[in-house]
Nanobody, 123 residues
Framework: QVQLVESGGGLVQPGGSLRLSCRASGIIFRLDAMGWYRQAPGKQRDLVATISPNGLTRYASSVKGRFAISRDAAENTVYLQMNRLKPEDTAVYYC?????????????????WGQGTLVTVSQ
């Protein structure tokens, strides 16, 4: 099985910064797009940023210019650097990865979510 383990959430004041990380572990054949999503209380889960294997990135308009997504292929890890945080960035942040992994000796498609990490932006 493939697991995603997230870290880096917490409480930060408006204008501050946090860095989230998400590492995929297991028998992974290939990782394709990796991304971050967030879900605020009472709202749906929305895309924050994604990154392709060759480094192409996409951002939600609300975070463009403040957040930066990156990945370390050797470590199967995706990062989200969040700067100039605002109270409206408060949410549970989830990482997601797609790709191919080994299941019972065969290749199977991968679309896995992390457990979520809470980011709270408040005075």
């Amino acid at each position: 099985q493939v697991q995603l383990v997230e870290s880096g959430g917490g409480l930060v004041q408006p204008g501050g910064s946090l860095r989230l990380s998400c590492r995929a572990s297991g028998i992974i054949f290939r990782l394709d797009a990796m991304g971050w999503y967030r879900q605020a209380p009472g709202k749906q889960r929305d895309l924050v940023a994604t990154i392709s294997p060759n480094g192409l990135t996409r951002y939600a308009s609300s975070v463009k210019g403040r957040f930066a997504i990156s990945r370390d292929a050797a470590e199967n890890t995706v990062y989200l650097q969040m700067n100039r945080l605002k109270p409206e960035d408060t949410a549970v942040y989830y990482c997601n990865t797609k790709g191919i992994y080994k299941k019972d000796g065969n290749n199977d498609s991968l679309d896995r979510w992390g457990q979520g990490t809470l980011v709270t932006v408040s005075q």
